[in-house]
């Protein structure tokens, strides 16, 4: 396997921990600050925001460099808010610090997906994107847990303070293993990158992200009260549900990638979307099983992570000449799909119903994705597709 792209795995495996972490120890970060949960949710937001921000503005102010060396600053970036936000002594410069040490996620992957796929041999493209995506899959599986556990019996600190270190082993890795690729882009065209966002592809892509993905986020975000107060599990095995989640996402972040490559990133995309609406349905049914429980857990996260390497194909190939850019601005996007998912998944809660109610908020999402994917096709593939 080529070291590069394990390089840039290094660095997924990282910043999964940094935004995914944080859902497992909020209870925990909560009572050493002495806020509110909700007052302390305001770090997954803050996060959130912080990629939306630095994703667009990293990458135009990054571009006349050599993707190497960006790829380097921007994990010292990360090294050095992480480390701020484990140290930080109060709620508002914790708040400051976790904002800060969002700005490099999404420039991250927008450089690295474009890295990849020059890496990448001839029609795998893909296939090396996914493998960078790894990273993050290894993230759910293990690194969250472990962060997890390290929160609850010692201290949420020593977790992000880990964490942090995750990104010198990945400046290191990059350093010694990531080849020296020359930058492509030309200094004149540096913010004509921006005119990608003029283009109506440009919108219809972070639609489909934006909405298709907070599927996914619909179900995750509600998933430990749902198989606590539905299913019948006790909270002791909720970590063997996140491990069992993070295992389906990694065979089908690999999976998305081989389909994307065999079938074409569109048509994976739109059939990846439309499986996990089915998936959530039968998620919705089967919740009362406490075995299910556990053989959901693993297929719904293989099928929701089969989208993240078609998407990523779908953007820097509709982002011609703009594709570090294209690429960051899915992350952005995938964020976003964060923060809906969420928010429209805990509505049916609010109003009264039981915790299986939100993978039907998922499903409608999910839904929607499908159908602007094909409308994506429609109109775009002889071209873009």
Do not use: C
Not at 54 to 62: E, N, T
């Amino acid at each position: 396997m080529n070291k590069g792209l394990i390089a840039l795995a290094f660095g997924g495996l990282a910043i999964g921990m940094t935004e995914f972490t944080m859902m497992g120890i909020l209870e925990v970060v909560a009572t050493d600050l002495q806020i509110s949960i909700p007052k302390a949710g305001n770090f997954i937001a803050l996060y959130a925001l912080g990629v939306v921000a630095g994703a667009p503005i990293l990458v135009l102010f990054s571009s006349k460099f050599p993707p190497k060396k960006v790829l380097l600053f921007l994990m010292l970036l990360f090294f050095v808010f992480n480390a701020l936000f484990s140290i930080a002594p109060e709620y508002y410069t914790l708040l400051t610090a976790r904002f800060l040490s969002g700005l490099p996620h999404g420039a991250f992957f927008g450089v690295g997906t474009v890295v990849a796929a020059r890496l990448a041999k001839p029609g795998k493209a893909a296939q090396a994107i996914s493998i960078m995506f790894t990273g993050m899959t290894l993230a759910n599986l293990a690194g969250v847990p472990l962060g997890t556990y390290l929160g609850q019996e010692y201290s949420w600190r020593l977790t992000y303070g880990i964490i942090s270190l995750l990104g010198l082993l990945t400046m290191l890795a990059i350093h010694f293993w990531l080849p020296d690729l020359k930058n492509e882009s030309k200094p004149s065209a540096i913010f004509s990158q921006l005119d990608f966002f003029k283009t109506k592809v440009a919108w219809l892509l972070m639609a489909i992200i934006s909405i298709g993905t907070g599927g996914l986020f619909a179900w995750i975000s509600y998933i430990s009260p749902m198989v606590t107060k539905v299913s019948g599990l006790t909270e002791s095995q909720v970590p063997i549900i996140m491990i069992l989640i993070g295992l389906g996402m990694f065979f089908g972040n690999l999976l998305g990638g081989k389909v994307s490559d065999t079938v074409s990133p569109t048509k994976a995309a739109i059939g990846s979307f439309s499986a996990m609406a089915l998936i959530l349905v039968v998620v919705y049914f089967t919740a009362h099983s406490s075995t299910m429980a556990y053989v959901m857990a693993f297929i719904t996260g293989m099928i929701a992570f089969t989208i993240g390497p078609p998407l990523q194909m779908m953007l820097i190939t509709a982002g011609k000449g703009s594709e570090t850019l294209a690429a960051a601005a899915g992350q952005a996007s995938f964020n976003l799909g964060n923060t809906f998912g969420a928010f429209f998944g805990g509505i049916p809660i609010t109003l009264g119903f039981a915790y299986n109610s939100p993978p039907l908020i998922g499903v409608g999402m999910a839904t929607i994705g499908a159908l602007l994917a094909v409308v994506f096709l429609i109109k775009y593939s002889a071209k873009k597709a």
